[in-house]
């Protein structure tokens, strides 16, 4: 065959397109690969070919190795033949990798054009030559049925409004999953917001979880899609919550009776404390926590201040690890509320230094959280952890703060090798003139992204989470590497009392050492507060207690005084608790992510 050229007609490569015929019958026994096709002239592969051929390969119902060898891949071959990119919805000019046709990209999850259910079905179709067995029968991975009925839908929408299309429950909930990210929410403009409000109210009336998730969190809060309203919220979790015993439901709930969101402000304790239970239950950091802030005031619950001390470090112990990681999850929450430990002595010492310490990790951890989700919970925990600094802050004893600590030994170089870590360690001469000492945790066949470390140092009010530390020694301090080489690796370090220096150890083996009368650590340099001034007005929300920062315009707002909000449940009077003025630089979110108070009551 391989000196036999074939040629192809139009009606042929229409029945092939079909599937009335395959290039079985068209090679008579020959190999595909083996065989010289021709095509003078280019067929365009429409739906309606795609269609019939849906039709054929049920009644047919070929295996998988039948439908790939004599049919797909003979045409993906032939694509330009075909004009498979046409028919799918691409230009000629655009990018090949992860091409998706114009006509989705408005409304992901829905097939509002021949191109687009082309584009759909030919993927579908992909995937049951890749990913199935060649002796599967196609029924088992292709529902023959339902993408006819969806063909046939498609066909009796066309030439509608876009409103009064009539979509699967499938179709429904892929477009609305999309409404699940907080920024495509954001950018969605009125009419595709509408068209997802329509399907979730739908799918909600048919118990749908997509619907009742994206509905319920939603209305936790209020976003674009939907307004706040906790009522809403809270009978879409407790559906969510029978329906699929999942603690994150349970978790949620817990928070709504806790606040008293659908109580006029006054908490529900004793349900909170039953859905914070399931969620501690099954180890959520958020069910854990708050359980334990409950146990510290008794409640719903006899009041045991060691189990929430307990509860608190399990919390924190645990959710570090995962910080360090590169998760933001809950550590921020954890940290804040072992400050509070410290700072209030809750079965423990009070210390303010101590406090001050979890305070650092606390604000830290907290705006990077906020850098990625603009959730108002997170917002929250920013400006809680920045007051809690600036109170805790003034219990620290005179001279606690400083530009710099001094130590014997270069400690924190020691924990850079912890958990099987390998690192690096030079010598440079930093800006200053001064020598430094630079260790890193470099990456390994082992441990090819390490994790970071945790530096927190309360007299410079310095945290930070990196892979890198340096310590400044002595300009007349002796260092030795192996070598005389400029930097080494290392994987242990110790001080040699016999020697009087710290030692650097590969595979056991010295490799470094440094001799210095003391090691200085310097933590960020302080800069000068800059930029405008903003009036900062801390209110109080109900009995609850729940305090939140608003920028403030009108001068005459006092401590005491009585002002309107736009708060969950529209505008609101509050209490103001006090006032500050601050420059942009010393604010805890940007300015455009406090809310402004709307007038004086």
Known sequence: MADHTITLTTAKMKQIARYEITFKDVLDGADFEDGSITCPEVYTFTLDDLYHAIQNMKAADPSVNEFGEFWFYPITQLSDAFNLDRAQGFSDDEDQIERIPDSMKGYPGLNLTDSAWFYTLWQELENCWVDCEDETRLSEFLDYDSILSGLDRYHSNKGKPLEEWSFSKREMEDYIRFFDDDQFVKEADERKLALARKFVDQLCDEDSEPALSIKGYACYGGNRLYPCDWNTSRDCMIRLFEKKDDPQ??????????????????????????????????????????????????????QS???????????????????????????ADAALRMGNVYE???????????????????DYAAKLRAQENEFFGNTTVVINAQKALEETRKQLPEGFLRDYTVYDIPWLFRQLTEENNRCEIRKVTNADGHTELIAKRIPTRSVPEPDSILVTIPQLSFCVRTREVSFTINDTAEVWFTGNES??????????????????????????????????????????????????????????????????????????????????????????????VKRESELGLPVERYKKILRKA
């Not at 099954?282 to 719903?300: F, P, S, T, V, W």
């Open 249 to 302: 439901y349970a978790n949620t709930l817990g928070y709504i009776y806790y606040y008293g969101r659908c109580n006029g402000g006054v908490p529900e304790y004793d349900k909170a404390f039953h859905y914070f239970g399931i969620a501690a239950a099954n180890g959520l950091y958020e069910g854990m926590y708050k359980l334990a802030d409950m146990y510290c005031h008794g409640y719903a619950c006899t």
């Open 305 to 331: 201040k060691r189990t929430a001390r307990s509860l608190y470090k399990m919390v924190y112990d645990d959710s570090i690890k995962n910080f360090l990681d590169g998760h933001e999850a809950s550590f």
């Open 344 to 362: 209030k002595g809750i079965d423990a010492e009070a210390d303010a230094a101590e406090a001050y310490y979890y305070y650092l990790q606390a």
């Open 487 to 580: 930097h080494v690796r290392f994987d242990f370090c110790d001080w040699n009392d016999v020697e009087c220096r710290y030692e650097f150890f590969y595979d056991d083996t010295v490799v470094a050492w440094s001799k210095s009368d003391e090691y200085r650590f310097y933590g960020n340099p302080v800069e000068e507060p800059h930029g405008p001034e903003y009036r900062l007005v801390s209110v109080r929300f109900g009995p609850s207690g729940r305090t939140y920062d608003y920028i403030c315009e009108d001068k005459a707002v006092q401590a005491g005084d009585t002002v309107v909000v736009e708060g969950y449940d529209g505008e609101t009077e509050v209490e103001v608790i006090s006032v500050a």
